[in-house]
């Protein structure tokens, strides 16, 4: 009874004000992202119908999380969370702003957003305007690197440890509404206007939501305890040795980055020229390309709500494992198909999963890492989460340019799906015996968290 009484307050305890305002900031942050999920791949795809070209694009959106992580961890630890996330999100406001008068300024060379699906291969390459897209993307991504880092540290000091699994089921549920749902649609109405306005109202998104992180309460990074006696004056190096070295020998932690390292790479092998497949081979025009984005977010929002409980009912290991196994058949499943509405039912059922894993991970390190460390470990962490990203996704471009070697450009589209849900599956012999439930509650009792 006393038991059960816990775990009814524990449920029904108020998140607090601090974390209803990062919960709207992310909202209106999120979005933006839902709008970019539209124009930017739309407008590469109008100054470019190349796909490596295309594929590299991703590539310079993922690279800063090879290249960045590890020193935005660092930051994230060294300095007042709060700061960092407002300063991030201010910077992705300007150079989103500056895209949008690019964008304005070539507008007159593009062709039109509504007959992108009926290319193919015929337009040539704007340089100028391929070089804008690539560039913005970079600086975009490093910004992204150091919000996203110091978000996720962040929420530790804004709720209870037991309420961080329903904290971040919220604010995923959405991410999810915000991104793949309300967002992309948004954006879709916008370029039926101009490809210049999405990125202008993108902009106006960020800088909202920068004012509102600022109204975080501010708090100094943890003092470093004796176990990690690293001075304050310790070099940056020394600081990402530390946090790499504490991922490493967990016996959790390390197996739970490599999967993830290689689950993110399969994924982005078929997302590289996503755009393309959805013009080209599911016909989709703007509105339909953003219709089709709304399957993740559906997945996504019931995901956010039901995740806690799910892993509860499976067990965390099995449900983990189930993200392997789904996520593998309905990258197939999607290769395989030529309707958009087929695959809007597959992206569903693949983001719950996505949601459910993200939920399970994203919680246990929050609870398991010291929070003098979290910024690095969790850094060094998504350096192989998203570092390897940018691999997949220029595997995916050199995939079509075989494809097409080979076979046909509907056939060369398809390929990089049935190879990434193929390494999806053969993922399964490394993880099972590794991802287990009992080593998750071990790590939880060992960092002296409940698992209730």
């Known amino acids: 009874m006393p038991c059960s009484a816990r775990q009814t307050d524990h449920v029904n305890k108020p998140l607090g004000r601090p974390y209803r305002t990062l919960f709207a900031a992310s909202t209106i942050s999120n979005l933006g992202d839902g709008i970019g999920v539209v124009a930017y791949p739309w407008l590469a795809s109008a100054v470019t119908r190349d796909p490596l070209l295309v594929s590299l694009i991703i590539v310079a959106q993922r690279l800063p999380w090879l290249v960045f992580s590890l020193p935005a961890g660092v930051i994230s630890d060294r300095y007042d969370r709060r700061a960092l996330m407002a300063g991030a999100n201010a910077v992705r406001a300007a150079l989103t702003a500056v895209v949008a008068v690019g964008v304005f300024a070539i507008g007159d060379r593009l062709p039109s957003p509504d007959v992108l699906d009926t290319l193919g291969t ?14 913005a993307t970079l600086l975009l991504g490093c910004a992204e690197v150091l919000y996203d880092n110091t978000a996720q540290t962040i929420m530790p000091s804004l709720v209870e440890d037991d309420q961080l699994e329903r904290a971040n089921g919220r604010l995923w549920s959405s991410e999810q509404v915000m991104n793949t749902l309300a967002g992309p649609a948004f954006g879709a109405v916008l370029l039926t206007a101009t490809f210049a306005l999405p990125f202008g109202v993108y902009a106006v998104t960020f800088a909202v939501s920068a004012v509102l992180v600022a109204q975080l309460p501010k708090r100094e990074p943890t003092p470093r305890s004796d176990e990690y006696s ?35 790479m399969a994924g982005s092998v078929s997302l590289s020229a996503f755009v393309l497949y959805a013009q080209e081979v599911l016909g989709t025009s703007p509105v339909e390309f953003a219709i089709l984005q709304t399957g993740g977010a559906v997945g996504g929002i019931v995901a956010g709500w039901a995740a806690s409980a799910v892993s509860k009912r499976l067990g965390q290991g099995p449900a983990l494992w189930a993200t392997l196994v789904v996520g593998g058949l309905t990258t197939i499943a999607i290769g395989l198909t030529s309707s958009w509405l087929f695959a809007w039912l597959m992206f569903a059922v693949f983001m719950f999963f996505a949601v459910l894993w993200n939920v399970i991970t994203v919680s246990l390190r929050q609870a398991i890492i010291p929070d003098e460390l979290l910024g ?77």
Do not use: C, K
Not at 122 to 135: E, H, K, P, Q, S
Not at 230 to 236: F, L, P, R, V
Not at 406 to 411: E, I, Q, T
Not at 412 to 429: E, T
């Open 230 to 264: 690293a001075s304050a004056g310790s070099s940056m190096r020394a600081d990402i040795a530390e946090g790499f070295r504490w991922l490493w020998n967990h016996e959790l932690l390390r197996p739970l980055a490599i999967t993830l390292a290689l689950l993110n």
């Open 376 to 452: 690095r470990v969790n850094s060094v962490y998504r350096f192989f989460a998203w570092g390897s990203m940018p691999i997949g996704a220029l595997i995916g471009g050199l995939l079509i340019i075989v494809g097409e070697t080979f076979g046909s450009r509907d056939d060369a589209l398809r390929l990089p799906w049935l190879v990434s849900g193929g390494l999806q599956l053969l993922l399964l012999m490394y993880a099972v015996p590794r991802l287990t439930s009992e080593r998750m509650s071990r790590a939880r009792a060992n960092a002296g968290v409940s698992d209730g």
């Open 122 to 135: 015929d337009l040539d390459t704007n340089v100028g305007g391929y070089t804008l897209v690539l560039a």
